[in-house]
């Protein structure tokens, strides 16, 4: 009584597969078309993760870097009485960017005028001084405490004038202060670097404490784009790959978020362009395309067409002389179908149905021993 091959148990099928392939490669399973049907080994084309010929295409957004934002704000307490910036302007280091009315500032100002007089009469008096001392008319000793009481003098003025240079005051307004004695009660301020203005929270009329932000600038130069990328997408992409940009060069990815953002279901991905010039600008929406690790395209294949053996994995590609096993390194995600990277093409015929019996064959014909 003859038993059709389709019959046997699996073990049994694996048991004439492995035999039937005695001269093959290592990684080559010799079978016939018959032995594939009779064992039930059904295969899938293996797919590209690329969209066309152009690669995974992300989406994401130009922002500035967290070390690149600075903060204009105020020295003094007062109202802003006017706004001379818009946001998302260029602005200069110097360029004025509020007017303020403080009381305080006044106070400053004629606190510095009072030790400006006292430090100029204390060294009229230190010069009167050392004279009579000369003509032998007074001690030593008072003009050492003329000299020690001009020191003080000078010093008491130097750290309001300095006061009033971190409150926005210029030199030339100090000077004309000496000059006229007229106390000025508005101070403008201005940003400290060159940059783009991203926010401005004021409005003319507020009350503003000393220290209260104004408004923020992002300094020129650096630019991260943040993109968002779904889960099969960002399974591929590696800390170091290379993005095509739309129409700005490239760029490289230096950070990919840990953890899922819950508004989209997606992650975070940063890079930085390869070249800074003013082509990309705040804010922008931008394109880009995932060229991989070293150019390296991107494979899908179903979950279950992977084989493990060791610590490697592998796949099983049909070609004329049957099977062969192709190592693949699968990407982290866990999503279905896996992105694979290896010795795998899109179109490739890929084993999912029958690997029991594939694999059988496969450790039999020079594996040192089941995994």
Same mark, same amino acid.
């Given at each position: 009584?003859?038993?059709?091959?389709?019959?046997?148990?699996?073990?049994?099928?694996?048991?004439?597969?492995?035999?039937?392939? =005695?001269?093959?490669?290592?990684?080559?399973?010799?079978?016939?078309?018959?032995?594939?049907?009779?064992?039930?080994?059904?295969?899938?084309?293996?797919?590209?993760?690329?969209?066309?010929?152009?690669?995974?295409?992300?989406?994401?957004?130009?922002?500035?870097?967290?070390?690149?934002?600075?903060?204009?704000?105020?020295?003094?307490?007062?109202?802003?009485?006017?706004?001379?910036?818009?946001?998302?302007?260029?602005?200069?280091?110097?360029?004025?960017?509020?007017?303020?009315?403080? =009381?305080?500032?006044?106070?400053?100002?004629?606190?510095?005028?009072?030790?400006?007089?006292?430090?100029?009469?204390? =060294?009229?008096?230190?010069?009167?001084?050392?004279?009579?001392?000369?003509?032998?008319?007074?001690?030593?000793?008072?003009? =050492?405490?003329?000299?020690?009481?001009?020191?003080?003098?000078?010093?008491?003025?130097?750290?309001?004038?300095?006061?009033?240079?971190?409150?926005?005051?210029?030199?030339?307004?100090?000077?004309?202060?000496?000059?006229?004695?007229?106390?000025?009660?508005?101070?403008?301020?201005?940003?400290?670097?060159?940059?783009?203005?991203?926010?401005?929270?004021?409005?003319?009329?507020?009350?503003?404490?000393?220290?209260?932000?104004?408004?923020?600038?992002?300094?020129?130069?650096?630019?991260?784009?943040?993109?968002?990328?779904?889960?099969?997408?960002?399974?591929?992409?590696?800390?170091?790959?290379?993005?095509?940009?739309?129409?700005?060069?490239?760029?490289?990815?230096?950070?990919?978020?840990?953890?899922?953002?819950?508004?989209?279901?997606?992650?975070?991905?940063?890079?930085?362009?390869?070249?800074?010039?003013?082509?990309?600008?705040?804010?922008?929406?931008?394109?880009?395309?995932?060229?991989?690790?070293?150019?390296?395209?991107?494979?899908?294949?179903?979950?279950?067409?992977?084989?493990?053996?060791?610590?490697?994995?592998?796949?099983?590609?049909?070609?004329?002389?049957?099977?062969?096993?192709?190592?693949?390194?699968?990407?982290?995600?866990?999503?279905?179908?896996?992105?694979?990277?290896?010795?795998?093409?899109?179109?490739?015929?890929?084993?999912?149905?029958?690997?029991?019996?594939?694999?059988?064959?496969?450790?039999?014909?020079?594996?040192?021993?089941?995994?």
């Amino acid at each position: 009584m003859s038993l059709q091959v389709r019959h046997l148990p699996a073990l049994v099928v694996t048991a004439l597969l492995a035999l039937s392939a =005695q001269a093959a490669t290592p990684d080559q399973i010799t079978l016939t078309t018959e032995q594939i049907k009779n064992a039930g080994i059904e295969t899938l084309p293996a797919a590209s993760t690329t969209s066309g010929s152009g690669g995974t295409v992300l989406a994401g957004t130009v922002v500035a870097p967290t070390n690149a934002i600075t903060v204009v704000s105020a020295v003094v307490s007062g109202v802003v009485r006017q706004i001379h910036v818009q946001s998302l302007q260029q602005v200069q280091a110097g360029t004025p960017v509020a007017t303020l009315f403080s =009381q305080p500032l006044m106070e400053m100002q004629r606190d510095y005028l009072h030790l400006a007089i006292a430090a100029r009469l204390a =060294q009229d008096k230190l010069a009167r001084d050392e004279n009579l001392l000369k003509e032998g008319i007074i001690a030593l000793s008072r003009v =050492q405490d003329s000299r020690g009481a001009a020191q003080q003098a000078g010093i008491a003025a130097k750290e309001r004038h300095q006061a009033l240079r971190a409150a926005g005051v210029s030199d030339a307004a100090i000077r004309a202060l000496v000059s006229s004695n007229t106390l000025s009660p508005t101070v403008t301020v201005v940003a400290g670097v060159r940059g783009t203005l991203q926010e401005i929270t004021m409005t003319p009329g507020q009350r503003i404490e000393a220290g209260m932000p104004l408004a923020t600038v992002s300094k020129d130069g650096a630019r991260w784009i943040e993109f968002q990328a779904s889960r099969q997408q960002a399974a591929l992409i590696r800390t170091g790959d290379m993005l095509q940009l739309a129409h700005c060069g490239s760029a490289k990815v230096i950070a990919i978020s840990g953890q899922i953002t819950s508004a989209n279901q997606s992650t975070l991905v940063r890079a930085v362009p390869t070249v800074s010039d003013d082509c990309l600008k705040l804010n922008e929406f931008i394109e880009a395309t995932h060229q991989g690790a070293a150019g390296a395209a991107g494979i899908r294949v179903p979950a279950g067409a992977i084989v493990r053996h060791g610590d490697a994995a592998f796949v099983f590609v049909r070609n004329a002389a049957g099977f062969a096993a192709v190592k693949v390194v699968v990407a982290a995600g866990g999503a279905d179908p896996v992105a694979v990277t290896g010795k795998l093409v899109a179109g490739n015929p890929v084993a999912v149905k029958g690997l029991v019996a594939l694999k059988g064959a496969w450790i039999g014909l020079g594996a040192d021993g089941a995994p």
